[in-house]
Each structure stands twice: as C-alpha cells, then as structure tokens.
C-alpha cells in the first residue's frame, strides 16, 4: 500500500471517529476538500474499503453510509443499532448470534462469510424523549 494510500485512510478514520454518525462516502470527500480540494472521489472509496475490509470501519448497507468501528477490531461478528432519529449507531458484539446464524443459512449448503445485522430504532434518549410525561 502506498505511503498516500495510508495517509488518506488515517485522515478518513479520525474524520469518521469525530462524527460518531454515519457519513456518507460524499460527505467525507466533502470533508477532505476543505483541507484538500483536488482529492478524487476514488481516493475516498478505495480508503473506505480498505478500512472495511480491516474491521476499522463498518458500512451501514441500509444507509449507504460508514461508521468508525467502536470496538476493538474485527470482521464479522456485531450488530448496528442504528437511531432513526437523531443517527446515532450502537455497536454490539454478539459472535454467539453470529454462529446461531450461520448455522441456519449453512442448512441448505450455503457458505456465509460475511454478516451485516443492521436495528433500526430509537436510541435511549430519543425513545425516552418521546415518553409522554
Ligand atoms: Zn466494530
Ligand atoms: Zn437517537
């Protein structure tokens, strides 16, 4: 990988770690361009991949959008919960889940390799806001 290669993933990564909600591959590009303007959408996706691929950032396939992975690194073991309301995303570890899942889509011969278990919902404070007092 090239030494601009990993620059650019680093700068993707603290700018997905700042936000703490999920950003779309255009609004990191948007967020780049302030500090350099001629990078190329391309450079952003290829980041974005690598990152994926690497565990340290999640795409949110209903979203179309990523989000800086909250845990310790990994590949395919968590589920998103992710707010309607105010965007934010919960990350939970849950490799017993996982392997139940796995064995179920294993039953007709299928070889699963990847999981994306994404909840939509309301988070704490914004299901507790809407609790008539
Ligand atoms: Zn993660
Ligand atoms: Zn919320």
Known sequence: MSKRGEKTQAEVLA????????LSAY???????????????TT???????LTERGRVHRLESLNAFIAC????????Y??????????VE???????????SSI???????????????HGLCASCGFAQVPA
């Open 15 to 22: 700018i997905l770690r700042r936000h703490r909600r999920p």
């Open 27 to 41: 609004d990191v590009l948007g967020e780049l361009r302030e500090s350099n303007p001629k990078i190329a959408p």
């Open 44 to 50: 952003i996706y290829r980041a974005l991949s690598a």
């Open 70 to 77: 909250q845990g310790d690194r990994h590949h395919h073991a």
């Open 79 to 88: 589920i998103l919960s992710i707010c309607d309301d105010c965007g934010a």
């Open 91 to 101: 990350e939970s570890v849950a490799p017993d889940l996982l392997k139940a899942l």
């Open 105 to 119: 889509a294993g039953r007709s011969g299928f070889a699963p390799t990847r999981h994306v278990i994404e909840v």
